[in-house]
């Protein structure tokens, strides 16, 4: 086990002892009044191989999974998780690194987009870009072993980070010539530092390959994901990071969440970088907390400058506008499965680490209100899987089935792209090592009503489409919205400090029950929860629609849904050391999502594996800019030239839940 120092375990004891935190109506029973809906999956009896992670201490890659299961039963009986859980924080290159155009490092469509529209980013400093932009973010290029003191705070063992693409290939194009990669050798000595770093602190690297920063030569070139030619540009810079980096790193994440890259990238925009959108869905912050209605519309127009409306010659590969983010989808899933092909094929017998996805998605809950029968219940609870299937298993069925699921082909019809049969081989099983999850909340599902209290009918074959995938459903958001990212009260749990973030424990049981009942069997190593986190509550706006929320819970008897809410704190909002540093929220909110990953994991025996909190360290929360903190750890970062870290108690409380609930060996 890894020494811990002493300072750590006083910080971790003094921290405790100093956050109380309201406890929230009856948690634990509030994870087991949703989880008893859930059919726990039988127990893994061949338990799946696992290939050790540890400083290269490899074991064979099918036999080796006595240690295991040894932990998994040890850590049942004591109601911890086993001393081999996966435990650390999560951050990624463009949030967090800065450098942006240091040591030959080549634009992103992050840097592209923010530089372009500063004012589609919601905070900063009017004339400051790089209170707008990931420019300087944490600077943790140049400051990266004060991240890692954070680390040790929280007593991690793991870190998740991502490796930016165009920092090692500024055109995105990775060759090898006469044995020799087109390499930019300074950023690879970046990585090679923060990898070493690590593990000499006896912490275990896991790296994501892609998240989100496309090299925006790319984009240019073809329109980046929108063209299949994507998937091998991805695969070749993948093989680069396997030989360089894979002596060192056992666990690999090719690509950070599909969904939020390309529906955010190129449906609901102008949102994320590349900022395109399919017309229909201009950004609107509709009742949102922040109350900003942002300039610019739909950004169709934002674009590779050869995809212009009005092109006489269109790229030959060019999807039609309003299938984009359904393209994009499509070709990163395949970027993906190359990548784990080449790791397969040329590095993972002789490195013996693992590779998979992380895909994001709200459990889905099903809708409840008063007077209800048990018929429309159990109706909504199938509407609550289909939802499901369309948020989550449209991205994490691909990589382990090897096809959309049905009910995604059935409603999107021709408008869904088709896998050939060797696209579906490739895909089967590409994430069978393990899955990654990022989970941060849950939405309501239902069979939508018309009027007169009939049923939507969902669309036939004839008018499957994408535009009428989801008419009968309430499928990925907050109740009676689709496809939006603002959630409107009632929503699940309370409302934390980004629009879509509502603390509620439960999701994360819920969720892994699901990924474990429909890939019984097919993961090998688990399910590794690769985010989870909260953004900073702005009291005021919070507490509002919490009332909503905590009246309609009180309207179908269920008050203990939705969270207890700290009354002081609104009083301390503005007050920094009140609410930022000791910072109470969010700690109640890793309490409540750690006990049901502790249930899921004893109770109902899903196997999951890790756990990376989102995030490390305050930084650059995409289009919402630095107010929107996420980190468990505070920088000043338009004060504050040096960008001091300043750990939160959040970060303390997390090294002491470790302590107490993880076997230590
Ligand atoms: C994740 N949603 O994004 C990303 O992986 C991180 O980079 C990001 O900072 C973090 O979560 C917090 O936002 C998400 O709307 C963005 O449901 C949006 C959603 C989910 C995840």
Redesign the pocket.
Known sequence: MKTLTIFTTLLAVSAAKKCIVKAPASNAADANDVASDVEAPAENVDAPAEISDNEGKLEDEVDSNDETSDNENSGKKSGKLPASFKWGA???AY?VEGAWNVDGRGESVWDHFTHLYPHNVETGRPGDEDSISGNVACDSYHKFEEDVKMMKIMNANHYRFSISWSRLFPDGQAKKENGKWNVNEKGAEYYDMVINTLIENDITPLATLY??DLPYALHEKYGGWLDYHSQYDFANYAEFCFERFGDRVKNWITI??P??NCV?GYKNGPG?APYRCTGEAPRKLQNDTTGLDLLGGCSYEIGPTQYTPDSEVLPANRPPQRLEDVWCSHNILLGHAQAVKVYRDKFQKKQKGLIGI?V???AQIPWEEPNMTEEEYANNEKYANLAAEFRIGWYSDPPMIGDYPESVKQRMGKDLPEFTPEQKKLLKGSSSDFLGW?T??SHWAAQVKNEDGTYVKPPTDEEASYENSKRDMWDDNCRGRGDG?TCIPPTLGSQAG????TKYGPTIRVGLNWFAKRYEGLIKNGIII??N?C?QPNYKVSRANDQVTIDYFKSIGKEEFADAYDEDMIEREDDLEGTLIHDTYRIDWYKQYLENLRLAYVEDGVDVRGYMA??LID????E?GYE?R?GMTYIDFYNDPELKRVPKDSLTFLGQWYLDNVEQE
Not at 498 to 501: A, E, M, R, T
């Open positions: 999560a951050t990624a949030q998240h989100w950070n969440e969904w939020v955010a994320k992380t994001d998605g709200e990022n941060y909340t990212w980004s629009s879509w973030n690769t985010e986190g953004a989102w995030s930084n650059y929360e995409w919402n929107t996420f």
